[in-house]
């Protein structure tokens, strides 16, 4: 078989099949290695998937391409989507307390600002188009028009996912998902004396989380207009992180997703998790330009009642904007 053939010559890279390269492949490989495997059939069914990711292809395709019965492709692609669910913090995980630090002035960096030292992460949702179900059909159809599951992320300075939260239908705002997160529930992140970006659709809040958002639209005067240059300058990273994981998989998650909606969390999940051994191992890309263009934001979500306004410290934080650097 061709495929194997290029997958044992070890001097060939794999990045045009299979949109890793073979270091990240490697890794990804010992990051699902269970105890129970034996030889490489572990190998061979991660090797199955990202393939079948890459070109977003039928099981029947990759069968063929395999020289494996079709029910078997269906019970490995179902398999390795369970696995990598199984351990995401293997590879999706908020910072240590120790590395906050760095993590702040990388903040810094992208955006432009001293201000954003303690910014610690940038949150945002993308829609993943799908095939919708019968029942509940409605459920699923977006503010823009199509129908999807929901895929909430936080990222760090580099684009690389913190936390991701997937499987709301389309129809549910950002606000209501973020809400029902672990990381807001728990106030796992960020920590007291943090910040995270968000857009204008998320309220801006103070507690239980610091989440600062920009100023609502017309602005009033240049102190507001200022800060939210510079805060869309810093929270655009999350942008660009969703950017790089729709590019390189491409075929599967920038057109409708061929599998059912109950399985679509996992292997959007995935997607995340395979973005974050790509660019653990030095495996990055840049964004396909009409991907990124793919930027409308929902109508801004409430404050509930037990949270706390973060103008205070958005106002305080706009002041220091304008204070430390020029003007755009």
Not at 121 to 137: E, L, N, V
Not at 161 to 183: A, E, W
Not at 192 to 215: A, S
Request: charged share 20%.
């Amino acid at each position: 078989m061709p495929i194997l053939r290029l997958w044992f010559d070890v001097e060939t890279e794999l990045r045009q099949d299979f949109r890793l390269t073979r270091r990240a492949m490697h890794s990804l490989q010992r990051l699902l290695q269970r105890d129970q495997d034996h030889g490489w059939g572990n190998e061979l069914e991660v090797l199955i998937y990202t393939y079948w990711l890459a070109h977003g292809l039928s099981y029947r395709v990759v069968a063929r391409v395999f020289n494996v019965p079709k029910a078997t492709v269906h019970r490995i692609i179902h398999r390795v989507a369970q696995n990598i669910w199984d351990n995401l913090r293997r590879a999706i995980n908020f910072p240590q307390t120790v590395d906050l630090p760095a993590v702040g002035q990388g903040f810094v960096n992208i955006s432009g600002t001293p201000a954003f030292h303690n910014v610690v992460g940038a949150i945002d949702g993308s829609h993943i188009r799908i095939k919708p179900p019968q029942r509940h059909r409605l459920d699923y159809l977006n503010y823009k028009g199509f129908y999807s599951v929901n895929m909430q992320a936080i990222c760090d300075l580099n684009g690389r996912f913190l936390d991701i939260f997937v499987g709301y239908p389309g129809s549910v705002h950002d606000t209501r998902i973020m809400k029902n997160s672990s990381f807001y529930t728990t106030r796992l992140y960020p920590p007291t004396g943090y910040i995270l970006l968000g857009d204008g659709g998320y309220p801006c809040l103070e507690t239980p989380i610091c989440l600062i958002t920009p100023f609502k639209e017309p602005v009033h005067g240049e102190v507001q207009q200022r800060f939210n240059y510079y805060q869309s300058r810093g929270r655009s990273i999350i942008e660009r992180a969703f950017g790089m994981m729709k590019t390189r998989w491409r075929s599967t998650l920038f057109r409708v997703l061929e599998v059912k909606p109950t399985f679509a969390p996992q292997v959007i999940a995935s997607c995340a998790f395979l973005h974050n051994v790509c660019m653990d191992n030095g495996d990055t890309l840049v964004p396909d330009e009409d991907i990124l263009m793919d930027d409308a934001q929902p109508p801004r979500g409430h404050m509930a009642y037990n949270e706390t306004s973060g103008n205070d410290t958005r106002n305080r934080l706009s002041a220091l904007v304008s204070g430390n650097v020029q003007a755009p």
